[in-house]
C-alpha cells in the first residue's frame, strides 16, 4: 500500500495517541493518521502488527490510536459512508491511471465553494509533496491560485518556483505571474518569471523573443523543474477559458472543430489527450505537453461536473500523476472510462470486536428478485423487449440500443435519447410514435457508450439530422460528444439539448451546470412532438431548449436506494431525516432536515419552484410528481394535492399532470415535483399524440 516511513522506529514506546513518525502518509487520507490507521484495520483487515510497520510507528501507538479513535467516535463519524467513498474513488483512481498518489475530497454540506475545498486539498498535497531544492512549474487558473494563496511550506530551503507560461493583459486576478508568486510566497522560495507574453501575434515573434538571452535563462530555468502544479480547463462556454479572456485574439472554434475536449497549461488536448493542433501552437510562448510530461511530479488540481471529459483527457495523455479532486468528479471520470462498480467498502460495518448484540430482525442487505446481479440490466433488458415488442426492437440484435417501431421516418428529424438503468421506466419507456425515434442504454447509473448511441442515431435518422437529448451528467455528455462526431463523419447531421431542469443541483446563475432529472419527461414529449410533426432540425431544436428552460424540478428523498450489485444502500439518511434536492443518482442534496409534513415538504419544493419561474396570474402550467421508486401513489397523490392548491392560490391553471413512477432512481423512498410553464407552443406540442409504452397521449 505504501513504503515503511525510513527515519520511524517500529518497536519504539511512543508517547500514546502522538505519532513517532509519519513521514509516507497516501493524500488520500488527508493529514489524519487516525483515518489511515483505522482505514487499514477495519477496512482492510490488516493487524496491529502489520500496521505499524506499514505507518513506520509502534505498535503501542497503533494500539492508541485505535483505541482513541473509538472513544472519540471517529470511527462511527469521520468514516461515514461519504468519507469512505472518497477513499474507494482515491484507490481506484490510482489503480486504473496508474497514478503516484491520488487525494479525492469528500462531499461536503455545500458550505463552502468547491474551489475552496480544492485550494485546501492542493495546499495539503504541496505540503506533502515539496521538498527543499525543488523546482516547482507553476501554471495558471482560478483552482492553482486557490492553492497557491492557501499553500504555506517552512522550513524548506532552495526551493525555485518558475512561471510555466508567458504573462497576458487580460485582467483576471489568476494570472501566470500572480499564481506563480502566490507559490513563491507560500514557499520562501525563489520566483522566476516568464517575461514574456503567453500568445503573440506571429511565429517570428515567438522565435524572436525565445532567442532573448534572459528568456532562454528563464526557459532553461523550466526546463529543469522536477515538479509542476497545474489545473485543467474544460472548453465549455462557461469555463475559464472562454471568460478570462486569456484566448481572446484567437476563435476557439478552430480547437472545438477538431475535437479538443480540454486545455492543460495552456496546450488543447484531445478525449484521447493527444494534442490538437491549432493556429496557436507557434504562437505560444510557455511550456509544451512534452516538457510538462517529462517533470517527474505532475500535480493536478481539478474538479467540477463540466470538467470531467477534460481531466480525464489528460490521465489518459499521461500529463498528470498526482491528482486531487472531489468525489463527484473522481467517480464521474471513473464511469466514463467504464469503471462502474466502485468498491463498496464503504456500505460495510466495522469488524465486530466491541459490537453489541442486534435485533434478529436487522438485515444489512436488501431483498430482491434477482439472479446473478451481474446481469441484472441484460435480463431487464430482455424482459423490456419481450413485454413492449410493439413498440420497441433491437438494433443490430443488441438491446443495449432500441429503436421505436413506429418512429424514424424519412424526412422527420430524428429523436435519440438515453442514460444508464436503474431509473425505469425513464429513457426506455419513451421511444415510440411521437416521441424518441431511437434510446441508448447503460449500465445502472452510468452513460451507454458511444457504440450504442451511433448506432441509435443511424437507427432514426431520416434524411434530416437527429437530435440528441440527455441529462447533463459527465458520462452521457462525453459519450454522447463521442458519437456525435462519429455521426457527422457519415455525413448525419447532430444537434444536443442537455436537460437541466434540476434546481437543487447548481445556483439559477450556472444553470448550464444543473443536472437533468424527471424534467426529461416534459423535455423528451416536447422534443418528440416536434420532430413527429415534421419540423426542421433547427425549429425541433429551439423547441426543446424553450421546454428545458420552463421546466423545473426538485426531489425530496426519504430514504435510500439500494444498488443490485450489493443488494446495499448507496448512501444513508437519517431515521428522521430528509434531504431537499437528492439527485437520481443518489448526489447530495442542499439541505438535510427533519421528518416534516407532506404539505410542509411541498410547499418547501413550490416556494423554491415559484422562486425561479416567476408566474403570473392567469399562467398556465403541466404537473408532474414523480415516484423515485418505492413511494406509492397514495403519497403521490398527497403531494399533487398540495401542488394544486399553491398553484390555484396564484391564479394558476394545470393545463396536464401526471401522477406515477416516471423517472426513478431503483427503489429509493421519495419524490420529486416538476412543473412545466407553458406557452402556446409547449401546450400544443404537450398535446400532440404519442404512443410509448410508458405514455400514450391522444
Known sequence: MTGKASSASKTGSGKAGAP???????????????????????????????????????????????????????????LEPSRLSSLSIALELKRHFGLHDCLV????????????????AGAQAIAKLLKSGDTLAVAWGRT??????????????????????GGTRARFAYTPELCAAAFANATDGKLVNITAPAIVSTTEVRDILLAEPLIEDQFAVLSKANKAVFSVSSLRPNSTIHSSGFFESVSLQDYLAKNAVGVVAGRFIDAKGQPVAGPLDDRTIGISLDMLKSIGLRIAVAGGFDKVPAILAALRGGYINVLITDAATGRGILNADGVTALDQKANQRPRADNSVSLPSSYRTHIKKFLNNPDDVVDEMLDGVVKAHGSHVAPIKGSNRALVARDGPRPGKVGLVIGGGTGHEPGFLGYVGKGLADAVAIGNIFSSPPPTPILECA???????????????????????????????????????????????????????????????FFIFKVAGAACDKGLPLDACEAATRKANDRTFTMGVALEPCSLPQTRRHNFEIGPDDIEFGMGIHGERGVTREKMMSADEITDRVMDRIFAEMKPAAGDRVAVLINS?????????????RR???????????????????????????GASISIMHLDQELTELLHHPCDAFALRVG
Not at 110 to 119: A, F
Request: glycine share 8%; hydrophobic share 40%.
Open 20 to 78: 513517532d513518525a509519519i513521514d509516507a502518509m497516501p493524500l488520500r487520507y488527508g493529514d489524519d493518521p487516525y483515518v489511515w490507521a483505522c482505514w487499514l484495520y477495519y477496512e482492510d483487515g490488516k493487524t496491529q502488527g502489520e500496521i505499524a510497520d506499514i505507518m513506520g510507528i509502534s505498535r503501542a501507538t497503533v494500539n492508541s490510536y485505535l483505541a482513541d479513535a473509538r472513544s472519540r467516535g471517529i470511527v462511527n463519524i469521520s
Open 105 to 120: 475530497v469528500p462531499s461536503d454540506d455545500g458550505t463552502r465553494p468547491l474551489i475552496d475545498r480544492l485550494g485546501t
Open 144 to 165: 492553482v491560485l486557490a492553492v497557491g494563496e492557501q499553500s504555506n511550506v517552512p522550513n524548506l530551503q532552495d526551493v525555485t518556483v518558475v512561471q510555466a507560461t
Open 458 to 520: 443511424k437507427a432514426a435518422s431520416g434524411g434530416q439530422g437527429v437530435l440528441f437529448v440527455y441529462g447533463n451528467y459527465a458520462g452521457d455528455v462525453m459519450n454522447f460528444e463521442m458519437a456525435a462526431e462519429m455521426a457527422q463523419e457519415q455525413q448525419i447531421e447532430v444537434r444536443t439539448v442537455l436537460t437541466t431542469d434540476d434546481i437543487a443541483s447548481s445556483p439559477i446563475e450556472d444553470k448550464e451546470g444543473r443536472r437533468g432529472v424527471a424534467g426529461n
Open 628 to 640: 423515485f421508486g418505492a413511494t406509492p401513489m397514495m403519497e403521490l397523490f398527497i403531494l399533487f
Open 643 to 669: 401542488v394544486e392548491q399553491r398553484l390555484s392560490a396564484k391564479d394558476i391553471k394545470i393545463d396536464a399532470n401526471w401522477v406515477g413512477h416516471y423517472c426513478t432512481s431503483l427503489d429509493m423512498v
